[in-house]
């Protein structure tokens, strides 16, 4: 089994910066996406950003600018810099990464607990 473990939530005012954490641990033979997702009450969960085992990064229209994604792949972990942060970036914040356990012959998504992150005007 994988397991994420998220942090570095909480709650700023307006214009604020969060940085999260998610490191993955278990039987992990390769980790090709990582990527954070946000979902707001009442809303679907959505993509923040995303970067693969390469290198390459995606980032929501809403965050280009202002959310950087970054990884560590000697320590399995992805982050998620938030600067300029607007309460419209209230949300729970997910991490997820795609996964190849064993041998590596099948690849699994995973997901983080989630985190709270609540930005004040």
């Known amino acids: 089994q994988v397991q994420l473990v998220e942090s570095g939530g909480g709650a700023v005012q307006s214009g604020g910066s969060l940085r999260l954490s998610c490191a993955a641990s278990?039987?992990?033979?390769?980790?090709?996406?990582m990527g954070w997702y946000c979902q707001a009450p009442g809303k679907q969960r959505e993509l923040v950003a995303r970067t693969t085992s390469g290198g390459s990064t995606y980032y929501a229209d809403s965050v280009k600018g202002r959310f950087t994604i970054s990884r560590d792949n000697a320590k399995n972990t992805v982050y998620l810099q938030m600067n300029s942060l607007k309460p419209e970036d209230t949300a729970v914040y997910y991490c997820s990464a795609d996964v190849k356990i064993g041998t590596g012959t099948y690849e699994y998504r995973y997901w983080g607990q989630g985190t709270q992150v609540t930005v004040s005007p």
């Open positions: 278990g039987s992990i033979f390769s980790i090709n996406t």
